[in-house]
């Protein structure tokens, strides 16, 4: 928590500036007024997913206190997919009277310390090995808590010679020793925020000097090995920095861990970091930041925004600032809200979890005036992900310009690329929204891909991947004609600007009789309208058949909760028809139809399942052998390394099977003949297996489409070959069956 967020010197400095987690705003009179303000900003971003540098870093993904007093809560079901890569603490307890050393030594620093012993066992070791700064000014007693007695003394109050802190450290260090923890994972943070007669360091800088000296040479006598983090000034300030750093050179305490709190560009904070220790020829030092984000920038968009900035600045980690609830409580620094006992995460969870998720090779890429983004391409994974927030000052249309897309051929599905936009809105979030799903054309390596940025406070997740959409949103404001599109009667409204719906869009009407229509392609359609107390009654029917009504009443407002879902389609085109019937519940105080969005469904993709031809027995799936036939095994050229053969004429198999296609595998070689191969009573067809050159694998023939349902192979032996061939032997290795 940075100076600059104090009240007073005597006053609580990790202050409880309780933030509220907003329900979505209610747009009262939705319909039949004037439209909100449409917020027609538009901004663009770059990606170059062919320019590739170092594994995505895990800067950022930390936290100030935020764990339990005795290190297990959050559960591992919420710490583990974010991946936390540090934590600070020094065991603040607010209420108990465990003041810490400094006012009454080993009895008072003990219940602290088993706060820190707890947290640091728990992170330090697997499945997490993230990094642990001990606040060593917190376990003397000089917290934020705001109850520091005044009995309280400081490091040095006794003398040069530092005597009780002398011993309060060796006591620290001895402790961190019997418990398994001093470790490079478990590092030194000597003194938190100190500036001269500050809350935190009440006494002059100089007395402060010799408490670092004494410190860093105490800790390093103490523990060769050990890491010390300092200063942890309370913001970045560069002639203070520099001061600092034309001490520790001048009496050789340099700390190995150069940190601050609370940049404003974290960017060009490390760069002048860099240089001032440049300057001073001091090498071997990295740099973190143990405190980030104000207590009015906890959102989730600009919580990503600041992860791209610690991406770039070259920074190795930082934790997240704590601003309300300190200490003990297991909501990682309110990226998790308390719930009646159940922990819940919210939007600023998900950006470091789109963080964690963040995989293979950081690509290149440019942010705008007011959005920045990480981006990072998994050959292995054949994807491309992008983080995006902003600075808390943009909402409207987000472009992002993908370039390079020539060094992912893997992404490429017939000139185009599926692209999945998920929004991580503030507050309270089950789970990222899926806003689009749906493919982008792909022209000279690139395409583009349109954000609804909803919301100044949201971040975004963009996917590139392989694959068909699992379905594609349509907002009801995408109007036209064409497939994929609304088209309205002439008595439908919109408003915009709406923070609770779909692309932030609403289209309306109350006329009887007024319709909407929506052309799609797809298996299943379904509706998503707004419920509330002034919504009525629509008839829904695809295709001109039976129209079923849909009540959009309800007593609390659900602004895009889903209204009705059609039932299985057949293959092909189809029309969605919408009509306001000027009906109502007895409850509603009004007749409005507001629409929000459609999902339409992709045909679902074939599947293929492999059965070796050694998988035997009378069931599906399974081949089914006259006598006759022998097998070999460990042959390293084939399926499962089995060959079932057989030469003589009448020998038999068969594969009963359930799919729309089946294709075979069969050894072709020099010695091979030749078979019938047919599906259920259909026409057979004859195989020549001989081959000048061996393929053992390779397919040999593959059936006609099928209608779905079951169905049976049968092969035959005809004991007949090729007159180049030197036998009839047939060596069947396996079927895939498509379905």
């Known amino acids: 928590m940075g100076i600059s967020d104090v009240t007073t010197p005597a006053t609580s400095v990790r202050r409880k500036a309780v933030r509220a987690f907003l329900p979505a705003a209610l747009v009262a009179g939705l319909v039949g007024t004037a439209p909100l303000s449409a917020g027609a900003a538009t901004q663009s971003v770059n990606i170059n997913v062919s320019s590739t540098s170092a594994a995505p870093s895990s800067v950022g993904r930390g936290f100030l206190y935020g764990l339990s007093n005795d290190g297990s809560g959050p559960s591992d079901s919420l710490l583990q997919p974010i991946k936390p890569a540090s934590f600070r603490g020094g065991g603040e307890i607010d209420s108990d009277g465990n003041w810490g050393w400094g006012v009454g030594g080993e009895t008072q620093f003990l219940p602290r310390y088993n706060v820190v012993k707890a947290q640091a066992q728990r992170v330090t070791n697997a499945p997490y090995k993230a990094t642990y700064d001990v606040l060593v000014s917190d376990l003397w007693g000089s917290d934020g808590s705001g109850q520091r007695p005044a009995s309280l003394v400081q490091p040095c109050d006794d003398g040069s010679a530092c005597t009780n802190w002398v011993n309060f450290l060796t006591s620290l260090v001895n402790h961190l020793r019997a418990d398994g923890l001093l470790n490079s994972k478990v590092r030194f943070d000597i003194w938190n925020e100190p500036a001269d007669n500050s809350y935190f360091w009440p006494r002059p800088i100089s ?22 983090v300092g200063p942890s000034l309370a913001n970045y300030d560069v002639t203070t920095m520099a001061g600092f750093l034309d001490h520790y050179k001048a009496s050789n305490t340099v700390p190995n861990i150069l940190n601050w709190h609370f940049s404003g560009d974290p960017v060009a904070d490390a760069a002048n970091a860099k240089g001032l220790l440049a300057a001073r020829s001091i090498t071997g030092v990295t740099l973190t930041m143990n405190e980030y984000l104000r207590a009015n920038q906890q959102t989730a968009g600009y919580t990503a925004w600041y992860l791209a900035k610690l991406q770039r600045s070259g920074i190795v980690s930082a934790s997240h600032a704590i601003w309300t609830n300190c200490c003990g409580d297991p909501t990682l620094d309110q990226i998790l809200v308390n719930s009646g006992g159940v922990m819940q995460p919210t939007g600023a969870y998900w950006a470091y979890k789109g963080s964690a998720d963040l995989s293979g090779s950081v690509v290149a890429s440019t942010g705008s005036a007011n959005v920045d983004l990480t981006a990072a391409r998994d050959d292995s994974a054949h994807k491309v992900v992008a983080l995006l927030g902003g600075d808390g000052t943009f909402s409207g249309t987000l472009t992002a310009a993908i370039s390079g897309l020539s060094a992912t051929p893997y992404l490429n599905n017939n000139g185009s690329v599926r692209a999945i936009v998920q929004r991580l809105a503030d507050g309270v979030l089950s789970a990222p929204m899926t806003v689009q799903d749906t493919r982008v054309p792909i022209s000279n390596g690139s395409a583009t891909v349109t954000v609804p940025w909803t919301s100044t406070t949201d971040a975004y997740i963009v996917t590139l991947t392989t694959g068909k959409p699992a379905t594609t949103s349509i907002d009801g404001n995408t109007t036209g004609n064409g497939n994929d599109q609304f088209s309205y009667s002439s008595g439908w409204g919109v408003t915009t600007g709406v923070s609770d719906m779909y692309a932030g869009t609403a289209n309306w009407s109350s006329g009887p009789g007024q319709t909407s229509t929506l052309h799609f392609t797809g298996p299943t359609v379904q509706l ?212």
């Open 207 to 228: 007395q402060y000097y010799t408490m670092w000296d004494v410190a860093a040479r105490t800790l390093r006598s103490l523990d060769p090995a050990g890491l010390i």
């Open 528 to 739: 998503y309208a707004v419920h509330d107390t002034d919504q009525g009654i629509a008839s829904v029917s695809v295709d001109g058949g039976t129209a079923t009504d849909v009540d959009g009443y309800a007593a609390t407002r659900d602004a895009g909760g889903l209204s009705w879902t059609s039932p299985t389609l057949s293959a092909g085109a189809h029309t969605l028809t919408v009509t306001v019937t000027g009906r109502k519940n007895a409850a509603s105080s009004g007749f409005t139809v507001a629409i929000d969005r459609a999902d339409v469904s992709a045909a679902a993709a074939p599947t293929t399942t492999t059965v070796d031809a050694n998988v035997t027995g009378a069931g599906s799936n399974q081949f089914n052998y006259s006598t006759g036939w022998g097998v070999t095994t460990g042959v390293s050229d084939m399926y499962a390394g089995t060959a079932n053969w057989a030469s003589a004429a009448g020998n038999t198999a068969s594969v009963a099977f359930s799919g729309t296609k089946v294709a075979l595998f069969a050894v072709r070689d020099v010695d091979q003949g030749q078979m019938s191969v047919w599906v259920d009573s259909g026409g057979a067809t004859t195989v020549d297996d001989y081959a000048a050159t061996r393929n053992a694998s390779g397919s040999v023939w593959t059936s006609a489409s099928l209608t779905s349902g079951s169905h049976v192979l049968h092969i035959s032996v005809l004991g007949t070959k090729s007159s180049a061939s030197s036998g009839t032997t047939i060596a069947l290795d396996r079927v895939d069956i498509t379905s």
